[in-house]
Each structure stands twice: as structure tokens, then as C-alpha cells.
């Protein structure tokens, strides 16, 4: 999982066997408007909109490529060659993009370690967060340096995980093609398509891996404590989160969804970011996952922090809302709905609803609570956050996290230094 990353990278940066990195980045600028290899990872939505199994992902090795129609079949042909023919064993740019990798990590560890805060968080409650902390978080960080050390002492057995990496994708088994265009362009890209589809091997090659272990077996999320990373810096990233929902519950997610905008444009925003002065400060509620969670970015505080994340329900609760201020917080959450796209993006929405299983009806479903807000919901909002377990995740500084623990003293962060 961990070596999807160096993998996506390594396909577009090495070149092939019949053009080098710099012909090849020449030729997508001149025949595409451009290539690119990342990681799709989404949690199923089911089908009657109540909280998703919390072990359930689809995760994908996503190609995105655009280009005018006629040049279709020329693109195609470039994504095709570097999926099938990258150098992987290019043994001197793998050591230079891992340890690229390392120092931007480790530097946005001190710039963005809010970022990561919020991936430890996520691990704990669902698999799409542990995938996506092991493969950016502070997991795939440590991993990153034993990579580094095996790609410069033991080449070898890098470049055969690499390469059984590569014959495992490389086939139709599991292929989505998305294709974005007009009408008469998507008729007369067919041949071309399937012209791909069939370069392609039927199945995996031998050196591919077995049939994989399914996730729930294969996986143990992270155990749920209260952390703290100490890093050089003067200021703190102070996260908690919990899960709201278990999974399989129906609840009225639209509502919640604008309650939570407005205790991120309201509450935390004035007491967090103004009163407080951090940078920033909010939550975020995720309807699917029934996971919800408080962040703070370059904060002075960590403790104050935490009781004004704790006070957030009895705020809901106790919230006197006039009749312009609950439609303010309505509009403005059905307006993040409807933002504009551009046609890529609308493609991409509309494969991302394909492979996770959202539905036209959920959607609306979803719209039409948000239109139905009441102030109740906001009291039930906050009865709920109440009750909540809060588990924290901080990266800050070593004095500022010993103070906090000195006044949290009946349930101190675990600390925890990395590299």
C-alpha cells in the first residue's frame, strides 16, 4: 500500500524504454494538455444514505489525461507507454524522489501540521482514513525512511516490489475508463478505447500478487488515544474528533451538515481564530463516515484550544437563532453544494459517484434536509457533541504539550517524537 505513492510518481518521472524523462514530459506538453498519476481513494455510500461501513473503500490507481479530440488516440497511446513501459528501475531517481519526499514531509510536518493531525484522527474511525495516513500521514513517513534505506543497500528487492507492483495493476481485470467530452466525440473515441482497453493483458501476469486479503482482515485500524507529536515549531495544531455516528444509522445528515457550517463559521471561528488567535480554526462533519472533527492551525494555545472544542455542544444547545440567521446558514451550505465546475471536474464527480454508489435520489435526499433546517436540529446537534468521546491528535511543541499534560493530568496525551 505504502509504495503507491513512489509508484504513481515513477510513471510519469523516469521516462520509457524508447524516451527519456525530459522527451517524455516534451511530448505530453505537445500532444495533451497534460498527464498525471494519483490515487483514487473514496468511502461507498449506501443505498439508503445511513452511515457506511467503516472497513468499506474503493482505492484505485487513478490516471487523469485531457486532450483536444483528435488527439485521442495520441494520448491514450502516452498513457498506455507509461503504465506498461516506465523505467523502474531507475535506481538513482527512486533514491532522489524518496528522499525529496522525506524533506517535504518533514517540513510540512511543521507548516502543515494540521494536515496531519487530521489523518491520525481519521485512521482511527474508518479504512479510507488509515489508507490515506498510511500513505501520507505519519505512518507513511516512517515507512518512507525504510524505503530510502532499502532502495540505497538492497536495490534489488525494491525494484522486484516495484515491478510485481506494476503487473498487478497492469491489466483489465478491475479497469475503469472515464471518459468527459461532447457526444459525437465520445461516438467516434470508442475504436480508439478499445483499441487501449485491448493492448491491455486480460488478467494480471504471473509475478503479479495473489488474490488480495480482503481489507477487514488485512487491516487493523489505529488505536483510539489521545497523542501528541512534539516537533520544533513555536505554535500548535490542535485536532480531537470522534465518531457521531455508528455505522448502518440513519440520521437527518443534510441539517447536521448546516449545523456544523455554522458552528465553523461561527463558534470556532471567533474563539478559535479571533479570541484565541490561531490562524485558523473549525470542524468538519463527514456524513458518509459519521466521523466529526475540530482543527486548529498555527495556534498559540492547546489546552484553551481543547476546552473550547469540548464547549461546543452546550453552545449548540444554548444557541438563540434568529429567523435571518438560520437562513444564512442554510444558503450558505446549500451554495457550497452548487459551486461551478469545470468539464473535467464535473467527469470526475460523476466517477466518483459511479465507483462509491451515490445515487441522484441520496443526493437530493441530502439537499432536500438541508432546505428543512430547524433550530431544533441544532439542540440535537449539540446534545450529541455533548456526549461525544473526543480523542485528540496535536503536533506542537515539547513545552507546550508538557503544559497541557501537567493540566490534563487525569488523561494526558501519549507523547510521541517522530523520526
Known sequence: ?????????????????????????????????????????????????????????VHKLMVRAKATSDKTSAMLDLV?????????????????????????????????????????????NSLLGYIQESCSGVTYYETLKQMLDTAQNDWPSLLERLTKLRSTVLSQNGLVINLTADPDALAKSRPVVDEFVAKLPPSPAANAHATPTPWREAVELTPREDEAYAITTQVNYVAAGCRLFEPGTSANMGAYSVVARYLNRGYL??????????????????????????????????KNTLDIYAASGK?????????????????????????????????LRAL?????????????????????????????????????????????????????NEALADKPMVVKKLG
Open 1 to 57: 500500500l505504502p509504495l503507491v505513492p513512489l509508484f504513481s510518481r515513477l510513471l510519469l518521472e523516469t521516462g520509457t524504454s524508447s524516451m527519456d524523462a525530459v522527451t517524455l514530459q516534451r511530448r505530453i506538453g505537445a500532444r495533451t494538455g497534460g498527464v498525471e498519476a494519483t490515487i483514487f481513494s473514496q468511502q461507498p455510500v449506501t443505498a439508503d444514505g445511513s452511515v457506511s461501513d467503516p472497513l468499506a473503500a
Open 315 to 347: 453552545v449548540l444547545q444554548e444557541a438563540e437563532i434568529s429567523d435571518a440567521a438560520l437562513e444564512q446558514a442554510i444558503v450558505g451550505a446549500v451554495g457550497d453544494l452548487d459551486q461551478p465546475l469545470t468539464p473535467d471536474q464535473k467527469g
Open 269 to 302: 471561528w471567533d474563539n478559535v481564530r479571533v479570541v484565541g488567535g490561531a490562524y485558523g480554526g473549525g470542524c468538519a462533519f463527514n456524513p458518509t463516515s459519521g466521523g466529526f472533527a475540530f482543527s486548529s492551525y498555527r495556534d498559540p494555545n492547546l
Open 80 to 124: 498506455h507507454e507509461v503504465l506498461s513501459d516506465a523505467k523502474l528501475d531507475t535506481q538513482s531517481k527512486v533514491v532522489e524522489i524518496l528522499k525529496e519526499s522525506k524533506s517535504q514531509m518533514e517540513s510540512r510536518f511543521i507548516s502543515s501540521g494540521n494536515a496531519y493531525a487530521a489523518m491520525r484522527l481519521s485512521s482511527r
Open 352 to 404: 466518483t459517484h459511479h465507483l462509491t454508489g451515490q445515487t441522484t435520489e441520496n443526493r437530493q435526499k441530502y439537499r432536500d434536509e438541508m432546505l428543512a433546517t430547524t433550530r431544533e436540529h441544532f439542540k440535537e446537534f449539540g446534545e450529541l457533541l455533548s456526549k461525544a468521546e473526543l480523542r485528540v491528535a496535536v503536533f506542537g511543541s515539547e513545552e507546550a504539550i508538557k503544559k497541557a
